[in-house]
């Protein structure tokens, strides 16, 4: 092949292969955010959607190792393009109709098949190119045909820079059906490439042939215990993204920017590993392991506190190690060029059993987020120097770490002691510490990890009952303080109610439990009901969106209405149906719940209109974006009574939302006030501040909105309340349109 030759075959192949990937994982953040509302926000929706991408991904890898085996050179072409073609029918992206509501407790199932009916065959077509494409290049007698793995970097290399780019340069700039029409022009641009690709293959078969070129040479096919390799090193890193995006997504907001920034590094760690001189080594990699798994195996069972930032760059960075690691190892075993195609296809396979385990398995099997800390073991398994099970000591300490891993899975089971604070610390500080000396030892250094895990979640330096709820909406975490006074509801690290047991003489709460948290009297949410109810002509109809613990239940006085839309059918579980806190039961019994997310369920013409609208539906510190935008607040106010009220509870650690909350209200020509902090009324009328986190008593954030300054006339002689205006720099939130990044510095800048 003439060196002019090459450069056309090679920038044919490369820019066919980076557009491709790139078409690839820019698809999936982008609708993943159609499909989110549909699901109340959920961060599990990102968790299900990267099992179905993998599936499709080993699907697409199959067809592509079954065209190169079976009907290689131009017929695979051939069909490949009509294959390309098929899929392009299927554009413009668009959320398949006729799904309705996912049924109860089904609707990881039920999203798996919304995606399939949407966007399944394109996504399978993209799949399949990388490895394919590869494969084609093998046989055109290019110069670097014989190791075309390099083209696997230049895949993700596409890959990584449509995710990037995503969050930063196309969501917070362009709305969701301008990136549906552009994706799908540039599909039709691939479909070129391709067509390009192909015609450059026959070609060069045909030079080939008649210069007597001789096809790959032919190598021993790999054996079962390579391949089981590749996919116990795929299916680590695979599932440690889904659970660390998972914990990512629920602490700040299931949005776009929390999931691809580790699926970026994800992809940036084969885009290393993959080079013909890695820029990080892979020794350096395997050394530096071992210090990032101490370190974020200390803050989970210590429960250490650090900033927010420094919890994401902890688990990022080794996140990002730990894939290098097991990544760097598929680089250093991968097999020959004519078996390029089965290697590729072990991955996938790998890299689906572990999202399959996380996003799917792991949430039905354990209470309690138990794959994050089980896959951190894993990950030291992987790494280079692990010997068989050969001799009887060797089995021994094998049988051990399947045993721990299991008592860490199922630890719910088993009895939980109680220590001093400063011994549970030395025990676990010892462990870790003794687990520096087995470095070089992968077994033994998985033992002792893992034995420091399961003391951790066996043994309380705090006194404090437990228990764990799980859904797909998250994890549920109720608590009793070691006194007995509180009982406490957190879901993922932020407190979401809270309930008096015992009064400070150590006798049970009788009567009307008093509201605590962000809903005491004092808070911005009593003060809005206290205004919503001096407005109102008779009784007092409002709506709450979120259930939590029930608290604003204990507002409702006799002829009232309350009615609570709540998505999860665990929080009405222990709310209501098996009560862990009983302010439903014993302050409003007949309260009405509608089950389902509350953009769907709101919206139903049933006629009713309310007094006060209360939107306080958030998982952890993580928003659902769309009950915050212009399009939500107008279903809002359409269900509003004359005189009503529209409070958005907006308290959030990491995101400024006051002034989004202004945006979308004044859209809809609404006014609006702030109230802040937290209030309780002395005898001698004046107001003091509350701040008692003791207690149980929060200040949080609320935009209350009203269709005329007057309905909020009695709320802003309150304290604490003030006027809010939107910010004419910022864009309003639409429902295709959110800019997270945004609300995080600007909490940043606070």
Known sequence: MSPAASRIVLVAYVAAIFMSAALLFAVQPMFTKMVLPRLGGAPSVWSVAMVFFQAMLLLGYAYAHGLTRWIPGWPSAIVHLLVMLAAALALPLTVAAGWGLPPPEQEALWLVGLFAASIGLPFFALSANGPLLQAWFARTGHPSAADPYFLYAASNVGSFLALISYPAAIEPFTRLGTQTQAWSALFWVLIALIVACGLLLVRSRAAMMAGGTPELVQTPRPSWKESAQWIALAAVPSGLLVAVTAHLSTDVAAVPLMWVVPLALYLASFVIVFQSRPVLRHEWMVLIQPVLIIGLVAVIVLELSIYLFGIIALNLVAFFIIAMVCHGELARRRPAADHLTAFYLWMSAGGMIGGLSVGLIAPRAFSWIAEYPILLVLAILCRPGLKPPAEWLTRAQWAALVVLLGLIAFQEHLPRYELTQLVFRGIVIALLSVSVLTWSHPLRFALLVALTILIGRLYDSDGATRESIRSFFGVHKITETASGSFRVLLHGTTIHGAQRLTNAEGDEIEGRPEPLSYYHAGSPMAQTIKAARERAAGSLRVAVVGLGTGSLSCYKEPGDTFRFYEIDRTVVRFSRDEPRFDFLARCAPDAEIVLGDARLTLAAPTGERYDAIIVDAFSSDAIPVHLLTQ??????????????????????????????????????????????????????????????????????????AARTKDDLEILAAMPGWKPIEPDPRQRIWTDDYTNVVGALFRKIND
């Open 631 to 704: 399009e939500a607040v107008a279903v809002y106010l359409s269900k509003l009574a004359p005189n009503g009220l529209i409070a958005l509870h907006v308290s959030n650690r990491h995101l400024e939302l006051a002034s989004v909350a202004a945006g979308v209200a004044h859209a809809n020509g609404l006014s609006t006030l702030v109230g802040s902090g937290a209030f309780k009324e002395r005898e001698d009328g004046d107001d003091d501040e509350v701040d008692n986190d003791a207690a149980y008593k929060f200040e949080s954030t609320v935009v209350t």
